[in-house]
């Protein structure tokens, strides 16, 4: 019986990558590389917001984001009293509001740069995904620029081959251009514009489909991402307390390490999207950790490296499929 049931959960897990999505970080930041009549902006801080069409009922894109959200810090700098504070003025006239009758929602700012302002031509947002603008001020001109609409959808394992650098091209006459380049890890300070990257084929269909982990809030996205996880690992660990005769707790030690170490993985990813592997090695130990904690002499550290890796790898293999 017991073999049978072994040959059923390896042919189960086989199957897994069909229809699950495992240990899923948010996707990588967004660099606006932005260039003014093919100058870069190297002279003073600007500022800039991406928008988002918002339907009247609910603001969903704000939800996808930590601290950084548009309203939040103009309603601080605005509740300070600090309407003449430079950031205020730049964030006032970034206030925007463009109705969009065909989609029955209004463009209006959803994130401000990570930083809260732009300098070196470059502006670090968190991320966003589905249909977005990017609106620029330059206070040295006094002008606002609305560039053209793009789609952003997380693509590749663990969003690998999601665009990150966009370069923004500002002119005159108030013209702005915005195009998706590709690579993932690319070096932010190089010029988008210079490289020899090609465009998104696909970044300009704002019909794109960007899954359903673009459409819900960040703190959800964390609870799905867990849920499935946990479903994998657990399957995994389950083989091993079978075989090994390891006792059951182990799978609370699984459940017990997931639901600490997800969540600090998706904060940790979503800052630096290049601490991605070295975050999963410190889960591998940290999980390892806590199976020693509560077996304690009942298995050794070998065992419980190996547990955790495995488990790991199972989740991580398996990666985004369907929610994204």
């Not at 199957?15 to 899923?24: E, I, N, Q």
């Not at 870069?40 to 996808?64: G, H, P, W």
């Not at 890890?185 to 998104?200: E, K, M, R, V």
């Not at 199976?291 to 495995?310: A, F, P, R, T």
Request: glycine share 6%; with cysteine.
């Amino acid at each position: 019986m017991k073999k049978h049931l072994l040959i059923g959960i390896c042919f189960f897990i086989l199957a897994l990558p069909k229809f699950v999505l495992a240990d899923a970080p948010p996707p990588p930041p967004v660099f606006l590389d932005v260039t003014y009549e093919g100058q870069k902006i190297t002279d003073e801080k600007f500022y800039a917001v991406i928008l988002t069409c918002q339907s009247s009922a609910q603001d969903l894109s704000r939800s996808n984001n930590f601290s950084d959200g548009f309203n939040n810090r103009y309603d601080e700098l605005k509740n300070k009293a600090q309407q003449s504070d430079r950031e205020f003025v730049a964030l006032d006239k970034l206030n925007i509001t463009e109705n969009n009758p065909a989609n029955n929602c209004t463009w209006k700012p959803s994130m401000i740069p990570i930083s809260q302002s732009c300098s070196n031509s470059q502006c670090h947002f968190g991320w966003i995904l589905g249909n977005f603008k990017a609106a620029v001020y330059l206070p040295g001109i006094d002008k606002v620029f609305i560039s053209n609409q793009l789609s952003r959808k997380y693509e590749g394992h663990y969003g690998f081959d999601t665009p990150r650098n966009y370069a923004v091209k500002l002119s005159k006459d108030g013209g702005a251009i915005m195009a998706a380049e590709i690579g993932m890890f690319d070096d932010p300070s190089i010029s988008p514009a210079g490289s020899d990257n090609q465009p998104h084929p696909d970044m300009n269909d704002p019909s794109r489909d960007t899954g359903l982990m673009a459409k819900v809030g960040l703190s959800l996205q964390i609870i799905i991402s867990l849920i499935v996880t946990l479903f994998v690992e657990l399957i995994v660990v389950l083989i091993f307390a079978l075989v090994k005769k390891f006792p059951k707790k182990i799978l609370l030690a699984t459940i017990i390490g997931n639901v600490v170490s997800l969540p600090l993985l998706w904060i940790l990813v979503f800052k630096w999207y290049q601490m991605l592997y070295p975050g999963e090695i410190l889960v591998v130990i940290f999980e390892a950790w806590i199976i020693k904690l509560l077996l304690k002499e009942k298995i050794n550290w070998k065992w419980c490296l190996i547990i955790s890796l495995v488990a790991n790898i199972a989740s991580f293999i398996f990666g985004p499929r369907l929610l994204f």
